[in-house]
């Protein structure tokens, strides 16, 4: 659990250092308008159990802690996180370092998807536009771990992206299936579904398309999600 709550606070003591533009103790900070106001506590559900995290403030209170968002209460991925980092080629030391270490090491803008698992491999937060490039020919999946937030609004999304989703060529797979845990520990309340689209050209397509804007927005309220794009292998 230590490594998660290091692992956790290191993170958002980057992004509080993104949002301010300058590092903790540096002398850009004083008098400099908007700063560093203490911390706070909170605890997550996480993999391996609750975890409490300090969570770093800001004087304007203009902060959104992304890899923890306010009010979220249930995180997961966590322990892979780690895993990832270590593959990335950090050592344990800079995967547990408290303050922020991976972003004054210069490494966190290249390891945000693994920071931010709501975000798809390869990309920043909500956008699969950045993603690698296809291969083409080959089908690709995008693939999301589900919690629902609200019902009624779900439904309206799904009504959405269902249409858009068959404009840009895609098609369910999955659909808000509960996924019987065969090894580990999967939430009962966590859905899966998973889309085929041709290629991940076309997935990316419809993501950032005018047609899936509308659904993105109600999503927001939704749902709770981790959206991931694979492609499929070739023939």
Known sequence: MQLTKRLLESALEGEITDHLGYDKHDSAGKDGGNSRNGKRSKTVLTDVGPVEISVPRDRAGSFEPRIVKKRQKRLTGVDEMGISL????????????????????????????????????????????????????????????????????????????????????GRYIVRGAVPEAVEGIWPSSQRVVVVEFPDADRAKEWYASPEYAEALEIRKAALERRLLLVEGVSE
């Open 86 to 169: 270590a593959a990335k080629g950090l050592t344990t030391g800079e995967v547990q370092a408290p303050g922020g270490s991976l972003w004054r090491r210069g490494r966190l803008p290249e390891l945000w998807p693994l920071l931010h698992p709501a975000a798809g491999v390869g990309c920043r937060p909500d956008s699969l536009v950045d993603a690698p490039g296809s291969m083409t020919g080959m089908s690709a999946y995008v693939i999301s771990e589900v919690e629902v937030l609200d019902e009624e609004l779900a439904d309206a999304y799904r009504t959405l992206a269902e249409a858009s989703i068959r404009r840009y060529g």
